[in-house]
C-alpha cells in the first residue's frame, strides 16, 4: 500500500510545504514591516518583497547544500541577513 506524505508534513528537503511557505513569507513581511517602522499602507507590498525574498533565500540554499536542519537553525531573520536581505 502506498501513503502519501500529508500535506502540510515537515518539508525533509529545503522545499517547504505550501503551510511552510507561508509561515516563512509573514515572517518575512514582519520583519520587513519593521524596518519601515510599521507605517501605513506597505502590507501588500511588504508581502510581495517577503515571497521574493523567500523564495530566493530557498533557491541559494539549495544551490549551497545547505542542509534542511542548518537551514532550519539559521532563522528567518538571520537567513534573510545571510543573504543581504536584512
Known amino acids: 500500500m502506498h501513503r502519501t506524505a500529508e ?3 515537515p ?15 509573514a515572517v518575512a513581511a514582519y520583519y520587513l514591516a519593521e524596518r519601515r517602522g510599521f507605517a501605513p499602507g506597505g502590507a501588500d507590498t511588504d ?3 517577503a515571497e521574493e525574498q523567500i523564495d530566493r533565500m530557498l533557491a541559494g540554499a539549495r544551490a549551497a547544500g545547505l ?3 542548518d ?7 538571520n537567513a534573510l541577513r545571510l543573504w543581504g536581505e536584512g
Open 7 to 9: 500535506p502540510d508534513a
Open 11 to 25: 518539508a525533509t528537503s529545503l522545499d517547504p510545504t505550501p503551510a511552510e511557505r507561508a509561515e516563512m513569507i
Open 47 to 49: 508581502w510581495l518583497l
Open 67 to 69: 542542509a534542511p536542519d
Open 71 to 77: 537551514f532550519a537553525r539559521l532563522g528567518v531573520r
